[in-house]
T-cell receptor, first 113, second 118 residues
């Protein structure tokens, strides 16, 4: 069964709305989780590393104030897309794991109208 | 910084035939992991095979095998007896051998879209 649960799987909302995506590790504790973004027919690009109990580490070019990450417990990381606009529409996917391999959530398809 | 390159945007293979997907990478590290992931239209990320760089023996998983050439920094995936269900996007990925924190992140290639013809 799935060891990383991601919710919601699909969200459609109006421009200007903030959207929260959850990533949960189901049967292990994850001090670190990763958030990726994938545009159609492109690769997964790492957005940020989520660290339990401390600030996330963002990749170059990723807006910290736009993509808020909170990792308040050892089993949950959240990504909030604030004031989302159509250009934020994409597929967002998280991963977590102790060692290898990393386990991926099933992803969230975000559509901003 | 590490990079992963997949030079074949698209490949096609006949059902039951064999196909090889190419991947090269660049790193200054001596120990690391390499992976092939499959992403079908559902967009789930499915681990196909992994290789530890310190192991000389090429990894195999049923119909999937790799040709790992460490000196050449090459890591190709061979799919034997191709099936219709193998049609998907395939990503090559790199991970540092160092344990913990941000070092667990995966660096992906641009992907190869594999079509399987009946």
């Amino acid at each position: 069964g799935a060891v990383v649960s991601q919710h919601p799987s699909w969200v459609i909302c109006k421009s200007g709305t903030s959207v929260k995506i959850e990533c949960r590790s189901l049967d292990f504790q994850a001090t670190t989780m990763f958030w990726y973004r994938q545009f159609p027919k492109q690769s997964l690009m790492l957005m940020a590393t989520s660290n339990e109990g401390s600030k996330a580490t963002y990749e170059q070019g990723v807006e910290k104030d736009k993509f808020l990450i909170n990792h308040a417990s050892l089993t949950l990381s959240t990504l909030t897309v604030t004031s989302a606009h159509p250009e934020d529409s994409s597929f967002y996917i998280c991963s977590a794991g102790v060692g290898q391999p990393q386990h991926f959530g099933d992803g969230t398809r975000l559509s901003i109208l | 910084a590490q990079t992963v390159t997949q030079s074949q945007p698209e490949m096609s293979v006949q059902e039951a035939e064999t196909v090889t997907l190419s991947c090269t990478y660049d790193t200054s590290e001596s120990d690391y992991y390499l992976f092939w992931y499959k992403q079908p239209p559902s967009r789930q990320m499915i681990l196909v095979i992994r290789q530890e760089a310190y192991k000389q023996q090429n990894a195999t998983e049923n119909r999937f095998s790799v040709n790992f050439q460490k000196a050449a920094k090459s890591f190709s995936l061979k799919i034997s007896d191709s099936r219709l269900g193998d049609a998907a996007m395939y990503f090559c990925a790199y991970r540092s051998y160092l344990y913990g924190g941000a070092t667990n992140k995966l660096i992906f290639g641009t992907g190869t879209l594999l079509a399987v013809q009946p």
